[in-house]
């Protein structure tokens, strides 16, 4: 069976860096942290992810090529200290979300556990362009 990709469709043009977008996606569709996604308006959204355990300065978050990239990485202190069951791991994560164009990242809230992404999305205008056709 052959593929389908977004190349497949003629009248799709100029669209390989959204297709490549969806495939980088898809790689990182781990499970942890679980996350909610939540249409606060019409415009805006926010992105609360789980991350009891983190601290702020555990957690980056960060804008690159289009994609929210959230990143936990905990200071693994078991050496200072004896664990008789060790159930709770340090762990670490990256979580990446696909943002249209128009789409800003407002403000980050950690609070009780859990990490607010804020979202705002910008309407485009609608332009209509009028190409001249000349004789040749």
Same mark, same amino acid.
């Given at each position: ?29 781990? $499970? ?39 990143? $936990? ?29 128009? &789409? ?22 609608? &332009? ?9």
């Amino acid at each position: 069976m052959t593929k389908l990709t977004l190349a497949s469709y003629p009248h799709m043009l100029g669209f390989e860096q959204l297709e490549q977008l969806l495939e980088r996606t898809a790689k990182s569709s781990e $499970g942890y942290p679980p996350f909610n996604i939540e249409q606060t308006s019409e415009c805006s959204y926010r992105i609360t992810l789980a991350v009891a355990g983190f601290r702020e300065e555990d957690l980056s978050i960060t804008v690159e090529d289009r994609q929210l990239v959230i990143r $936990g990485r905990q200071k693994d202190d078991g050496a200072e200290r004896v664990f008789l069951h060790r159930g709770i791991a340090a762990r670490q994560f990256q979580r990446s979300f696909v943002l249209a164009d128009g &789409v800003e990242v407002g403000e980050a809230v950690m609070e009780n556990g859990l990490l607010h992404v804020d979202l705002k999305m910008s309407r485009p205008e609608t &332009v209509v362009q009028t190409i001249q056709i000349r004789k040749g």
